[in-house]
Each structure stands twice: as structure tokens, then as C-alpha cells.
């Protein structure tokens, strides 16, 4: 439980309140009231059940689907807490939307994410609390604090249990030379060989695998990635591992489970064996048919990294 002096706060917006939750839990503390609604024609309502005077807060909330709405609620409750005089505001963002709109890929195009950095600061955010950004450089767009925790860790704690003794026996894939970097550290964590599929992307949201770089014959391969939006990539990715490669199994790994339609279908139809996501996105009620989809808690995680946040202390240590 967090020991300063000053009072702290928790308050979860509609996103994901299982995590919220999980994070009180784990931090000894109780979810804050507040009640986050719409009025009739579809604008947020945010009413503050308790004082905040003066305390240490944080507000929990992905900005996933429904995106626009989740982030208007964000915004609200923060300026709502600025205005009831909280002492500092931490926007606790675990899925940070717009994060692929982080460049001007064409002509006419905006930075969405920046946008979005310059709303949460103006809105009065005074530091921010993240995991995996799509793009590391998005720090850079906000002019307060920004902690970007890694999913990493949480998945090598789970695949040293599953494969202690098959280093050898087990590959690392990253399904495009974009991930490369991230999978290249979860291997090195594994003590396991790299391998990349190499794709040509026609379209958004489709994609053509073209070869294998590495060699993943005869192995069991762990598919690593920062997010699953349609499914169509790491679908793909995994299907070329086995029929190009020959690959044994595939199990895949990401942080954020989008899971935009067709992705559950994808995955339930492909040669992945398992699919494991962390809970900075709730399991979507369609999901439930799906056996192959696996979640791991971020709870610990972030409520470690709020507990250093409120006592003052570096969250250097929960980066390996």
C-alpha cells in the first residue's frame, strides 16, 4: 500500500473495470467513486463521489473501442478531478489509443497521437502511466511525464515456467521486421534464437508473407508482437511458419488484444495453438467461444509502478 502522507486516489472510468479493480486489490486501497455516464444525446457525464482535495490521483483508463468515447471520458474525469482541486493528476492509460497515427505516412495526413498527447496535458494530466506504446517516440509528444511500462516481463515470466529446459528446442519469431527490436529482447530474456517473417503490406490491414528469415524447421515457435488489431498479420505470419518454415506449433504473444472484427474468427481458424494477451484490453464477450485466447493479468504490474509513482521512488526496476 502506497505510505506517503498525502491521500491517495484510484478512479477507473467505463473502459476497464475489472482492472481497475484488480489494481485496488492489489495496491490494498478502494476503487474511488465516481459515476461515468452519457446524457441523452450521447455527451459524457462524470459526477466525483468523494473529495480529492489535495490528494495524489489516478484515473484508469484505456482509450480502446469504443476509442472516441473512452478517451471524451478520460478527459472529462480528469478535468473534473483539476477542478476539485486534486493535487496531482496521473492519467493511467494501459491501451493508448491513436498510437499508430504517430507520423505523416502520406500527404495531408495529421498526428493523431500527438493530438491526443496535447488534449490529455491540456485537460490537466500532470504525468502519464502507459504500457507498450505502438511507437516509443510518442513519449516525446507530451510535455509532462511519461512512463511506458513493458508487457515483456510478464510474458518472460510465463514462458520461462512453460519452456525451462526446451531453449533449444523453441524459436523466437517476429512477424514483421517493424518488431524486430521487441522480439529480439523477449529471445535474449528466453535464452532463444530470433527468427523474422519478412511481408509485403499492400493495403492497411492486409498483408502478403513473403519468406522466412531464420531457421525455425523442426521448432516450436513463440510469435511475439505489441498488438493484435484484425488478426490478419499474425494469422498469416503463423500460417507461413508452419506450411513455408515448418515450424512444429506456434503459440503468439501480445500485449493488446484489439481484436477488431474478423480477428476472433481468424484466430480461431488458424494454426496458432494459443493466443496470450494482457488485460490492458477487457476480453471482448465474443471472445468466450474462443479456447485459443488466453489472458495474463497487468494488475501487479501497474499497481507496483503507481505504488512508486505516489511514494516518490524510481519504477526503473519494473523495465527488467
Known sequence: MC??????????????????QAI???????????????????????????????????VIQSTCKPVNDRLMEMLVMIDALRRASA?????VIPYFGYARQDRKDKP??????KLVANLITEAGADRVLTMDLHANQIQGFFD?????????????????????????????????????????GFAEK???PLAIVDKRRPQ???????????????KDVLLFDDMVDTGGSICNAAKALIEVGGALSVKAFASHGVLSAPAIQRIQDSVIDEMYLLD?????PEADGCKKLKYLSVAPLFAAAIHSICDGTSVSYLFT
Not at 505510505?3 to 481497475?20: M, Q, V, W, Y
Not at 486489490?25 to 474511488?32: A, E, S, Y
Not at 493535487?87 to 492519467?91: L, M, N, P, V
Not at 495531408?108 to 497521437?113: D, E, L, M, Q
Open 3 to 20: 505510505t506517503r502522507e498525502k491521500d491517495i486516489k484510484i478512479f477507473a472510468g467505463n473502459s476497464n473495470p475489472e482492472l481497475a
Open 24 to 58: 485496488c486489490r492489489d495496491l490494498g486501497m478502494p476503487l474511488g467513486k465516481a459515476t461515468v455516464g452519457q446524457f441523452a444525446d450521447g455527451e459524457v457525464s462524470c459526477v466525483i463521489g468523494e473529495s480529492v482535495r489535495g490528494a495524489d490521483v489516478f
Open 87 to 91: 493535487s496531482r493528476i496521473t492519467a
Open 108 to 113: 495531408r495526413a495529421p498526428i493523431s497521437a
Open 144 to 184: 509532462i511525464p511519461v512512463d511506458n511500462l513493458l508487457g515483456k516481463p510478464i510474458f518472460v515470466e510465463f514462458c520461462k515456467n512453460q519452456y525451462l529446459g526446451k531453449e533449444d528446442q523453441t524459436v523466437v519469431v517476429s512477424p514483421d521486421v517493424g518488431s524486430v527490436a521487441r522480439a529480439r
Open 190 to 192: 528466453l535464452g532463444m
Open 204 to 218: 492497411a490491414n492486409a498483408c502478403e508473407v513473403m519468406n522466412i528469415i531464420g531457421s525455425v524447421a523442426g
Open 280 to 284: 490492458t484490453i477487457p476480453r471482448p
